[in-house]
């Protein structure tokens, strides 16, 4: 049955291609936004989260599955990460954003929503408040600081002097 779903980095990747010369913020929002609602609205893809968050483990046959996901979850990555460096170039994200770590959160983000809503569907409607969900996400990348400047050590004879 697993085999048989695509799993959602799938889709991203497949999105992602797709959208080629698209506004890149705009094809990670929707990716993730996507990912979500093909959750919420297909019965199928909500029972393989389900049996691979929380029925699953990932030993003997099933460590296959394990492995699948994994190189699943690398071209993902990558594919998010190239995404928000896009992003990036383009003014779209700040620069003191780290391209490598917003991936892993954006990541992380989507499938926590994911493993909580399977875990407790009735906590909140996944359909309704998935696109407010991942712009909450992606409105936090966009006000990320710039990287504080490291100041100078000053002897302490520079600092009386400059007094």
């Known amino acids: 049955m697993m085999r048989r779903v695509e799993l959602p ?11 080629g010369a698209a506004n890149p913020l705009d094809m990670l929002r929707a990716s993730a936004c996507e990912v979500l609602l093909r959750a919420a609205r297909d019965a ?6 389900e ?5 699953c483990e990932y030993v003997g046959d099933a460590a296959g599955i394990r492995a699948r996901q994994l190189e699943n979850q690398a071209e993902c990555l990558a594919t998010i990460e190239q995404g928000i460096r896009d992003c990036v170039r383009k003014g779209l994200l700040p ?10 959160g954006a990541m ?11 875990l407790s569907p009735e906590s909140f409607s996944l359909e309704r408040h998935a696109q407010t969900l991942v712009d909450t996400y992606f409105r936090g990348l966009a006000t ?9 050590k000053r002897s302490p004879a520079s600092a009386r002097s400059a007094a």
């Open 44 to 49: 199928q893809v909500r029972r393989v989260f």
């Open 9 to 19: 980095a799938q889709a991203l990747m497949e999105r992602a291609g797709a959208a």
């Open 95 to 104: 620069r003191a954003i780290d391209p490598k770590l917003a991936a892993h």
């Open 108 to 118: 992380a983000y989507v499938s926590g929503i994911l493993y909580q809503w399977i």
């Open 144 to 152: 990320t600081p710039p990287h504080p400047r490291k100041k100078a």
């Open 51 to 55: 049996i691979a968050f929380h029925k």
